[in-house]
């Protein structure tokens, strides 16, 4: 059974530039989760995917935006990068079925903008 | 709206010693709560969870958790704290109703050292 994987693990961005994050969930998960940890914080709810299709938002700006594949691998695309975006960035695949109630996390990706 | 605050943003404790760490939550209804580590410069890792089963909830690594309702805490312990225990922690929060796993409301995190 693969876990959650989490490409690239590093990147340095400039501000105003585009960046893609990729997560491939674990095997048997059709939910995908993206959260963003702040150097110090606790991870913040950024969104999630369910097949396909968002589900559920956390307090993210529109140019947060993400995407979920058929084969339940998600990217997490944030335009307009702004210095604030330098953290941890989290993936964390679930599978919905009645009584789940557990979320298997990445790596992370460490994006800093400079 | 479901929210999690833990008590101590730092926690020091001898090798041996009892490891507590605290975790309170407001919820408008009976919620999931989990506990979370994480060492440095990796992802979070599943300790413990309560679901509405037993209020006493057992984990991996010797830590247990006790859901009190009256108290609306869910506090983490350990009875006796090895060098290989200092990490963050994290107390989370879910809503069972529209929990699918994953939208989880994270404390702010606890660093734990453990002195020789």
């Known amino acids: 059974e693969t876990g959650v994987t989490q490409s690239p693990t590093h990147l340095i961005k400039t501000r105003g530039q585009q960046v893609t994050l990729r997560c491939s969930s674990q095997?048997?998960?059709?939910?995908v989760s993206w959260y963003q940890q702040a150097l110090g914080q606790g991870p913040q709810f950024i969104f999630q995917?369910?097949?396909?299709?968002?589900?559920g938002r956390g307090n993210f700006p529109p140019r947060f935006s993400g995407l979920q594949f058929p084969n339940y691998s998600s990217e997490l695309n944030v335009n307009a990068l702004e210095l604030d975006d330098s953290a941890l960035y989290l993936c964390?695949?679930?599978?919905?079925?009645?009584?789940?109630?557990?979320?298997?996390f990445g790596q992370g990706t460490r994006l800093t903008v400079v | 709206a479901q929210s999690v605050t833990q008590l101590g943003s730092h926690v020091s404790v001898s090798e041996g010693a009892l490891v507590l760490l605290r975790c309170n939550y407001s919820s408008s209804v009976p919620p999931y709560l989990f506990w979370y580590v994480q060492y440095p410069n990796q992802g979070l890792q599943l300790l413990l969870k309560?679901?509405?089963?037993?209020?006493l909830v057992k984990g991996i690594n010797g830590f247990e958790a006790e859901f009190k309702k009256s108290e609306t805490s869910f506090h983490l312990t350990k009875p006796s704290a090895h060098m290989s225990d200092a990490a963050e922690y994290f107390c989370a929060v879910s809503d069972p109703i529209y929990n699918q796993g994953g939208k989880l409301i994270f404390g702010q995190g606890t660093e734990l050292s453990v002195k020789p």
């Open positions: 309560y679901t509405s089963a037993a209020t």
């Open positions: 964390a695949s679930s599978r919905a079925d009645s009584g789940n109630t557990e979320a298997f």
């Open positions: 995917y369910y097949r396909e299709e968002e589900n």
């Open positions: 095997s048997g998960h059709n939910t």
